[in-house]
């Protein structure tokens, strides 16, 4: 209960653990390179996906800042248009909330790789 709390009122940096897809996301997004999660069959080549990574409840790029759900003072700019992509090709934007920020670095073939993602209600 107390962990739920502090990061409901808390927009500092905390951290997560475990229930992110972050396997699935790296094994969509480098086609070309091979994932395995933590503990999993032992396979020489690919690259070992940690489930951790630290969450946030706003985002600053440049000068504005980015709110969330969990960031009550700044959820006024935490609504987004999502991209959705289809099966054919097409895309379908949806008004929808980020309810959290997470970074991820992962270690790549050419060293440790720094990820910034937005988790969308």
Same mark, same amino acid.
């Given at each position: 209960?107390?962990?739920f709390?502090?990061? $409901?009122?808390?927009?500092?940096?905390?951290?997560? $653990?475990?229930?992110?897809?972050?396997?699935?996301?790296?094994?969509?997004?480098?086609?070309? #390179?091979?994932?395995?999660?933590?503990?999993?069959?032992? #396979?020489?080549?690919?690259?070992?996906?940690?489930?951790?990574?630290?969450?946030?409840?706003r985002?600053?790029?440049?000068?504005?800042?980015?709110?969330?759900?969990?960031?009550s003072?700044?959820?006024?700019s935490?609504?987004?248009?999502?991209?959705?992509?289809? &099966?054919?090709?097409?895309?379908?934007?949806?008004?929808? &909330?980020?309810?959290?920020?997470?970074?991820?670095?992962?270690?790549? #073939?050419?060293?440790?790789?720094?990820?910034? #993602?937005?988790?969308?209600?």
């Amino acid at each position: 209960m107390y962990r739920f709390l502090f990061n $409901t009122y808390n927009i500092q940096e905390s951290v997560i $653990t475990g229930s992110e897809r972050l396997f699935e996301y790296y094994t969509v997004a480098y086609e070309n #390179l091979s994932f395995r999660k933590p503990f999993a069959n032992n #396979l020489d080549d690919s690259i070992i996906v940690l489930n951790r990574a630290n969450q946030y409840g706003r985002c600053k790029i440049g000068s504005e800042i980015f709110g969330s759900d969990m960031s009550s003072r700044h959820v006024k700019s935490s609504f987004v248009l999502a991209q959705f992509v289809n &099966q054919d090709g097409s895309i379908d934007l949806y008004p929808k &909330q980020v309810q959290y920020f997470i970074s991820h670095s992962i270690n790549l #073939l050419n060293g440790f790789i720094e990820h910034k #993602l937005a988790y969308i209600k």
